[in-house]
């Protein structure tokens, strides 16, 4: 049964409802009632705020199967703006949450924590970059990393390897106070492609671009070479 939320209450609520028009919108007034116990009234009032915030943007979608008739359905889905307002907030809550580990810890701990978040991508990616050909890693990792929301791409460099950049960093302001997330990111795509790598940029540094060059994979294969005639002797 919806019930009327308290006064007191309203912002948060409205972040619940900003919140799963994020994660599964397009979606109906009416459903998210449901989800949130909400009256239609104030799913509305909820909705007009975000609307007028520019939060969020209505759409509308005629049901499958209707040719002209009925009236079509009225959906809500987030905006840039509303994109950016929670990854802002997500950056604001790492920072937070580094400086405690920091300070109750120490730095080292700080290291341990960043290595442990890309440490996920590593495991998911180490067998798709076996499996393909050495010059098409790059390209493979910037569609790995687009698809964690860096907008990422690939090219080839002038001065010889590739060149990877990330158009967005949902983490930024962090890593512009801790360095220890951009260093472990480095370190995970060198042990993914399997050559040297290093940054050029970074947003967190007030670039407009985070940039990797990649080493040909040829250097590596000599580097490798020269390394095992030594260990051989």
Not at 56 to 74: D, F, H, L, N, S
Not at 148 to 154: D, I, L, R, T, V
Not at 189 to 197: K, R
Request: net charge neutral.
């Amino acid at each position: 049964m919806p019930t009327t939320i308290e006064p007191g209450s309203e912002r948060g609520t409205r972040a619940r409802v900003a919140r799963l028009i994020l994660e599964h919108g397009p979606v109906a007034a009416a459903a998210l009632g449901e989800r949130l116990g909400l009256t239609p009234a104030a799913v509305r009032r909820h909705l007009d705020a975000l609307l007028a915030d520019g939060m969020i943007e209505p759409r509308t979608v005629r049901p499958r199967g209707q040719r002209g008739r009925g009236r079509p359905a009225k959906l809500f889905a987030i905006t840039d703006a509303g994109r950016s307002a929670f990854e802002h907030a997500y950056d604001d809550l790492a920072g937070s949450a580094l400086r405690y580990l920091a300070e109750r810890i120490g730095e080292d701990a700080v290291a341990d924590f960043a290595r442990s978040q890309v440490s996920g991508l590593v495991k998911r990616l180490e067998p798709v970059m076996r499996a393909v050909p050495a010059d098409q890693r790059v390209q493979v990792l910037a569609q790995a990393l687009s698809a964690e929301g860096y907008a990422a791409s690939a090219s080839k460099a002038k001065s010889g390897g590739d060149q990877l950049c990330q158009h967005h960093c949902p983490v930024a302001h962090a890593a512009a106070e801790f360095p220890q997330l951009c260093e472990a990111e480095t370190e995970a795509f060198a042990q993914l492609l399997g050559t040297p790598v290093q940054r050029l940029a970074t947003i967190a540094h007030g670039d407009g671009v985070c940039t990797t060059h990649v080493s040909p994979q040829s250097l590596a294969d000599s580097a490798h070479r020269d390394k095992s005639k030594e260990t051989g002797r």
